[in-house]
């Protein structure tokens, strides 16, 4: 019999095989609906309920870690790999996220997904999905976190390109795909060196070795930076950011899957687990905790002129996943993972509304052709009015707390916080309030400018999506209240803070709800007001707009400097010289040589004896001569 964490990571499997198996394949229709909902749905609540046995099993042992081996994968020699299952204060946490809200957005899926010809499949795909992720949390080593790592990159591939008849589908599945694989090569070499210098994968003794000093065969910023580049891809941080957005093809419970559950979480757990290495290696650490202030920022501007409303949701998670790295980069892996627990409260819940409105609306995503729907949509309208406030920074919702946090500790920690550091993220801050107070405005306030065709069926969704956000409406308002950070600071103790800078901790508390305000009262001036006062804004800085709406024209510099060429080379290099000349010219020129030499030896072949008679006579005379010259 499995134990309870084997359980807990083969529950969703069992799910995705039984749907997989009896939904999708041997003509697809051996089960109805209700039996995808009751597996596709029980098996990961279940998984949640073990999680939750778990996490008492863990107080009731004083905190002390379980481990649990399900089998030895190989033995190499001496070493052993085992599929080994390690449970934490961290991985506690983990777990409870993955399967708590990953459940409730499988609840709201049956809602959205109730008209899909392939329910089943996507049931079967989503149950896929949080398999590997707890088998990514869960991993004792990085060997089998590797597994669930490349694992998420398979589901995701294969649910953001879900409805693969579209082929922008097919292509962003793909995108999502290749990307992530230029991280995984800087992850696969971190495990390549850390094997080579400790003859073990597993992260608890990895962590131990360089806590006691004994890592010195190994430089910890080199380990720190490639794994850093595997986060890098997985939680789309610059340069690697470009597939996320892109990721919105999918359903939209895809996206909130993706988003605030599972995979774009598995790099900030990475470096979260791994932070003995990272401990002993300050330059990764403060390369970290600048690429995390740079991407906050830089995905934020994007997102202030973006129109279609999931791609606003998706620059705001590259950005709030900025707010994580800046709070590893610093020291403060608690407060990171206590953001990585509020944004998936508020994240879940505003791509759940997101999907709410695109479904009222029959598939339409501009915000440009919404407005007045709060009226319409009222609850819709309510839980996404508290989930924007939460990530905004507005007291006392679960996004004020793990912000400010952040800001504190980019400003005063002694593991490199700055001021300099501070007054980025205070600044994206600022244009988080205005931008996600923008979408607010642009899709509920204001009047309608929704087709007349599409707005008389506006409706409201159905209690299986409405029950699921006012759930997470009020994780969003009250999860600020769950005390992550002092929950993990026995195995992630805080760092301290500059004994100078302490005094400035409740002036910058303070400065920081000024500054969500002051966003919330921007975005009601310039979108509240008149339509003309926006566009005049927009025309006024048109050249900015063009920049911000078009993201920098990173996916173009990138098609230049990198598809391009590597199209240029695999046509000229790769398909015509090596490919048909090389290649083929060689295998056709040995079956031309054939049939020309075919050809001539024919040629004797006439079926005449006189011939032949005489092929013999000089055949006899040659050997007459051969003889006569060597006998």
């Known amino acids: ?58 107080q009731a042992g004083g905190y002390a870690p379980l481990v649990e081996t399900a089998y030895r994968w190989a033995l190499i020699g001496s070493s052993s790999f085992d599929v080994a299952f390690y449970f934490d204060r961290l991985t506690a946490i983990m777990v409870l996220v993955v399967t708590g809200v990953g459940s409730v957005i499988h609840v709201y899926s049956v809602g959205y997904m109730a008209h899909d010809k392939s329910f089943g499949r996507f049931f079967a795909y989503l149950n896929l999905f949080l398999f590997f992720m707890l088998l990514l949390v869960l991993g004792r080593s990085l060997l089998v976190l590797f597994v669930g790592w490349e694992g998420v990159g398979l589901a995701s591939y294969l649910l953001i390109g879900f409805w693969f008849d579209d082929l922008a589908n097919a292509v962003a599945g793909k995108k999502a795909f290749i990307t992530n694989r230029v991280g995984d090569a800087g992850f696969l070499l971190g495990m390549f060196v850390l094997y ?14 360089f806590g006691v000093g004994a890592a010195a065969v190994v430089p910890a910023g080199l380990v720190g930076i490639l794994l850093f580049i595997g986060a890098t891809g997985k939680s789309a941080q610059i340069p690697l950011h470009v597939w996320l957005p892109d990721a919105m093809a999918g359903p939209t419970p895809v996206s909130a899957l993706i988003h605030a559950a599972t995979m774009v979480t598995a790099g900030v757990y990475l470096v979260a687990r791994m932070s003995g290495i990272y401990l002993q290696a300050p330059e990764a650490s403060m390369v970290i905790a600048v690429i995390g202030v740079a991407t906050a920022f830089f995905a934020a501007t994007i997102a202030i002129a973006q129109s279609d409303i999931k791609k606003v949701l998706a620059y705001s998670t590259i950005s709030q996943l900025g707010f994580m790295f800046l709070a590893l980069g610093v020291g ?6 206590f ?9 879940a819940c505003l791509f759940l509304g997101a999907g709410s409105v695109i479904h009222a609306l029959s598939g339409e995503q501009d915000m440009r052709k919404m407005g007045g729907l709060a009226r319409k949509i009222p609850v819709t309208f309510v839980t996404f009015a508290v989930a924007t406030a939460a990530i905004a920074g507005i007291p006392p919702l679960a996004g004020f707390f793990s912000k400010d946090e952040i ?60 029950g699921v956000l006012a759930l997470l409406a009020l994780l969003s308002a009250v999860g600020g ?48 007001g008149p339509p003309a006062r926006a566009e005049g804004l927009r025309r006024r800085f048109a050249g900015l707009d063009r920049w911000l709406s078009g993201k920098y024209f990173i996916d173009e510099l990138y098609q230049r400097l990198i598809g391009d060429p590597l199209v240029w080379v695999s046509d000229r290099v790769f398909l015509r010289l090596g490919d048909r000349r090389l290649i083929d010219g060689a295998l056709d020129g040995m079956a031309a040589l054939g049939r020309r030499g075919g050809a001539v030896l024919s040629r004797a072949q006439t079926g005449s004896l006189h011939l032949y008679a005489w092929f013999v006579l000089l055949g006899i005379v040659g050997a007459l001569l051969w003889s006569w010259r060597h006998v």
Not at 417 to 446: D, E, I, K
């Open 407 to 466: 800001l504190w500790y980019a400003f005063a920690s002694t593991r490199g916080g700055s001021p300099l550091l501070w007054l980025v993220a205070a600044a994206t801050a600022l244009m988080t309030a205005f931008y996600m107070f923008r979408l607010l405005w642009l899709t509920f306030l204001g009047s309608s400018r929704v087709d007349p065709e599409v707005e008389h069926h506006i409706h409201e969704s159905p209690l299986s999506m409405t």
């Open 1 to 58: 019999m499995p134990g309870v964490l084997t359980a807990i990571v083969l529950l969703p499997l069992l799910g995705f095989l039984l749907n997989g198996v009896l939904a999708t394949q041997l003509g697809g229709n051996l089960v109805g609906k209700r039996f995808v909902t009751v597996v596709g749905c029980g098996l990961p609540l279940l998984a949640f309920a073990l999680a939750i046995k778990s996490v008492l099993d863990l």
């Open 332 to 337: 403060a892996y608690g407060v990171a993972i």
């Open 481 to 528: 209240f769950i005390a992550v950070p002092h929950f993990l600071a026995p195995q992630l103790p805080l760092p301290t803070v500059h004994e100078e800078l302490e005094h400035f901790e409740t002036p910058l508390l303070v400065l920081s709800v000024v500054l969500a305000l002051v966003g919330l009262a921007a975005a009601a001036f310039v979108f509240g």
């Open 196 to 209: 080579q210098a400790f003859g073990t994968l597993d992260m608890d003794r990895i962590n131990a070795a």
């Open 339 to 347: 953001h990585l627990v509020t944004h998936a409260f508020f994240k």
